[in-house]
């Protein structure tokens, strides 16, 4: 069973304006959380991530968001840029294992 | 079945043995990944089958074998790993290489070495 889950395959955004990606998780053991983004061709290289004890984390134009008690994570990017156009996962962990989500494919129109 | 399986979850192996990862996916997907993930860092692809062939081949070094026997199928095999080589191996898959719509991961393979 997918215990991380982004049920947005797609999003397309209009450049300048705020971009919101979801991811929704099962698993009450999770304590680290991560969004990668990744182009055609490559793996995924980090962007973000949160630990459990923290509700808010900000690097520069991206802000991740946490609610434990919802089980869900967010990726805000604000302004959107068109080389923001890109597939994203969130990934969490507990232990030594990496449990990913499925991708939302982010299409930033310029 | 919308999962990657990778097995083992876990395995230790000395730096003479061989052993094989094995990645399962039935979603009818033609483009199967390996990535290596060490501690703290992204993962790093290292081979693509695109429709059973390799596409990609990382510069990988020969001590990792991949292999693809059939759609739903992939195997790394190794043999003569460095401690370095420690690491958690993810397999992936997607629709279509280059096409990431679909793109799933497996949970990873933890390898320790020796």
């Known amino acids: 069973d997918q215990q991380v889950k982004q049920n947005s395959p797609s999003l397309s955004v209009q450049e300048g304006r705020i971009s919101i990606l979801n991811c929704d998780y099962t698993?009450?053991?999770?304590?680290?959380f991560l969004w990668y983004k990744k182009y055609p061709a490559e793996g995924p290289t980090f962007l973000i991530s949160?630990?459990?004890?923290?509700d808010k984390n900000e690097d520069g134009r991206f802000t991740v968001f946490l609610n434990k008690s919802a089980k869900h994570l967010s990726l805000h990017i604000v302004p959107s840029q068109p080389g923001d156009s890109a597939v994203y996962f969130c990934a969490a962990s507990w232990g030594n294992q990496f449990y990913f989500g499925t991708g939302t494919s982010l299409t930033v129109i310029p | 079945d919308t999962e990657v399986t990778q097995t083992p979850k876990h395995l230790v192996m000395g730096m003479t043995n061989k052993k094989s990862l094995k990645c399962e996916q039935h979603m009818g997907h033609r483009a199967m990944y390996w990535y290596k993930q060490k501690a703290k860092k992204p993962p790093e692809l290292m081979f693509v089958y695109s429709y059973e062939k390799l596409s990609i081949n990382e510069s990988v070094p020969s001590r990792f074998s991949p292999e693809c026997p059939n759609s739903s199928l992939l195997n790394l095999h190794l043999h003569a790993l460095q401690p370095e080589d420690s690491a958690l191996y993810l397999c992936a898959s997607s629709q279509g290489f280059g096409r990431d719509y679909g793109y799933t991961f497996g949970s990873g393979t933890r390898l320790t070495v020796v």
């Open positions: 949160i630990s459990s004890i923290k």
């Open positions: 698993n009450s053991m999770f304590d680290y």
